[in-house]
Each structure stands twice: as structure tokens, then as C-alpha cells.
């Protein structure tokens, strides 16, 4: 089975042979002494071989994928080589090898994607985030963690905090509200449309959109943001969402049709509808639908420059189950 994976994802993963933890050879990461991701990669690969003899399809993907997101995250500041955010990007990234990959081997797609989004939360102090009575998941995502944190050469010893978990409040209120998460062009609005056609939209898209115009004139939305960004009215449209959201109370079904990938975003609703029952739903398409889709947002004037959807995916980090009562995963 591994040799099969190793085959098929063989162009995928010398793509990690160029992509170095270190500066130079001056400037050594002393997290990753062994050099490049694809020697990471396969150091962890041999951990979980020695860890299990008939590791699960999904361990095996998300072992040689974990840091997949490595390759288009690479930066350097003082010196130092980072990948900040290679986690979410990689939760992207991952979607389209994998759906190619279903079609020769059987898995579950959602699980490997989950595995490879979660697999830095013990560093970060967000191992609160899982649901620790999916015993399976942590079981694996453990495993994962493991073999991550053995299959490299280090001087440096990480520290990792398991954070507190909070029991999910039961809600008050017979009210819902569902708050959308994805990046630009994954489909949000689409799957509103689809799905969320009795719901009260609050959408700051809408309200850049209408305050924009009436002051700006008939202009893309682009050119609308760019306007307002200059002229320093990020606060007053900010403004003009908190006054949707509380219009949006009057209402028993809400729907927030924005990106909210970052944690800090998804807190400001929870605690907005703090007594309401709160839904997340994930879309994830794929890194290169996204793209494809952003490409043909163009027409519409709403086509904004790559570097900033992968900003969004960086943000991503594996939702909080405290905060909601229902997460849904969207992976098609």
C-alpha cells in the first residue's frame, strides 16, 4: 500500500525536494537539521512504519501530506526561514491530490484533510479545538503528532500546552445562526443560495457594496474596497455591520456570508449570537477551483490578487468545537 501512495504521489512530493527549512548553509533551522521538507517528510513516513506495522490508508496521506502547504508558504524575516500558516494552506492544497488519488484508493478524504489542518494545534495551544470524544480522530491526529515531532533532527526541544476545554453551552435562545468559512471563491455565496434561501443574510460584502456605490458611483467592487481603504472608512463600514447585526436579532435564522477563516473572526459571532444555536460550515473546493473560480470572479469586477486568498488559507486553523453546536464540512 505505501509503495502504491509513494507512486502516485511521487511528482507531488519532490516538489518538497526544493523547499529548504534552512536560510543557507550559514543559517541552519535547528527545528529541521535534516534539511529539505521531502526528507521531513519521509523521516516521518519511517516513524509511523516503525510505529505501526498496517498503518490506516488516512495516516499513510496525511503522514506524506502533512506539510504539503510548506511549498507555497516559505518566507524569511530576520534571518529565519518560516512556514506560517502551512497548515491551512495545506488543508487546501491537499483536497485536489486527494481527489485525484480516490480514484485508485479508498479512504476517507475528510478525515486526512482534518488530520493535516490539525496537526500543529499542540504547539499553538489550540488542542482544546478537537472533539475529544471522537476517539479515533485524536487517536490518529496523536499518532501524526508523534511521528511529526520525532521524524526530523533538532536541537530544540518544543514545548506544547493542551489548553482547557470548555463544555459547549447549551443554547437559550430557538434561534440559529450559521456563519459561513472559506476563503474568497470558494463558494460561499453560492452554497447560501443553494441551501439558505429562508435565511437573514449579513453579508459586509453588501454593505461595501451599497455604501460604495452610493458614494463612489456604479464601480467594481475592487475598486470600491481600494476606495474606501484609502479614504480610511474601514471603521464606518464596520460600523454599518454591527448595525446589520443587530437588525439580524429580529430574525430566527441568520446566515453570515463572510470569509471568517481567521479564530479571531469566528469569536466576534459566537459571542454575537452567544445564546443562539451556532453552526459553522467549512467549504473547501480545492486550492486550485478556488483560484479557477477567483479567475472567473473577473467579470464581475470581484477578482482579487492571489497572494491575498492564500493569506486567507494561512488564517485557517482548525475550528474551535466549543464555540459551535454543528460543524459542516464541505470538501467537494
Known amino acids: 500500500m505505501v509503495t502504491r501512495i509513494l507512486k502516485e504521489l511521487q511528482s507531488d512530493l519532490?516538489?518538497?525536494?526544493?523547499?529548504?527549512?534552512?536560510?543557507?548553509d550559514n543559517n541552519l533551522n535547528p527545528y529541521h537539521l535534516e534539511g529539505d521538507v521531502y526528507s521531513h517528510t519521509m523521516m516521518v513516513l519511517n516513524n509511523l512504519l516503525r510505529n505501526i506495522s498496517h498503518p490506516s490508508t488516512e495516516l499513510i496521506l496525511a503522514v506524506l501530506l502533512h506539510d504539503v502547504g510548506?511549498?507555497?508558504?516559505?518566507?524569511?524575516?530576520?534571518?529565519?526561514?518560516?512556514?506560517?500558516?502551512?497548515?491551512?494552506?495545506?488543508?487546501?492544497?491537499?483536497?485536489?491530490?486527494?481527489?485525484?488519488?480516490?480514484?485508485?484508493?479508498?479512504?476517507?478524504?475528510?478525515?486526512?484533510?482534518?488530520?493535516?489542518l490539525g496537526h500543529n494545534l499542540i504547539y499553538i495551544n489550540k488542542w482544546h479545538h478537537l472533539d475529544y470524544e471522537d476517539f479515533d480522530f485524536i487517536a490518529d491526529m496523536l499518532e501524526l503528532i508523534s511521528d511529526d515531532r520525532n521524524g526530523r533532527i533538532t536541537t530544540i526541544e518544543r514545548k506544547f500546552k493542551l489548553g482547557t476545554k470548555k463544555k459547549l453551552a447549551t443554547p437559550k435562545e430557538d434561534k440559529e445562526v450559521i456563519i459561513m468559512c472559506a476563503p474568497a471563491g470558494a463558494g460561499k455565496s453560492t452554497y447560501i443560495k443553494n441551501n439558505l434561501k429562508d435565511y437573514f443574510v449579513v453579508s459586509r460584502d453588501e454593505i461595501v457594496e451599497e455604501y460604495g456605490r452610493k458614494k463612489y458611483g456604479n464601480m467594481d467592487y475592487v475598486d470600491?474596497?481600494?476606495?474606501?481603504?484609502e479614504n480610511n472608512e474601514q471603521l464606518l463600514i464596520d460600523e454599518f455591520l454591527n448595525e446589520k447585526i443587530k437588525e439580524s436579532k429580529n430574525y430566527n435564522k441568520v446566515v453570515i456570508d463572510m470569509t471568517n477563516v481567521a479564530n479571531k473572526r469566528q469569536k466576534q459571532f459566537v459571542h454575537s449570537y452567544s445564546k443562539w444555536n451556532r453552526k459553522l460550515v467549512v467549504l473547501n473546493p480545492g486550492f486550485n477551483e478556488i483560484m479557477k473560480r477567483n479567475n472567473s470572479r473577473k467579470i464581475i469586477g470581484k477578482k482579487i490578487n492571489e497572494d491575498i486568498i492564500i493569506d486567507m488559507m494561512k488564517k485557517f486553523i482548525y475550528p474551535n468545537t466549543n464555540w459551535f453546536h454543528n460543524i459542516e464540512w464541505v470538501i467537494d
Open 70 to 116: 510548506k511549498s507555497i508558504t516559505r518566507f524569511v524575516k530576520d534571518d529565519k526561514v518560516y512556514f506560517t500558516g502551512h497548515e491551512g494552506v495545506g488543508f487546501y492544497m491537499a483536497n485536489d491530490i486527494l481527489k485525484r488519488l480516490e480514484e485508485k484508493f479508498k479512504f476517507d478524504r475528510l478525515k486526512v484533510l482534518k488530520l493535516i
Open 14 to 24: 519532490n516538489n518538497l525536494k526544493n523547499v529548504s527549512h534552512h536560510l543557507n
Open 224 to 229: 470600491l474596497f481600494r476606495k474606501i481603504r
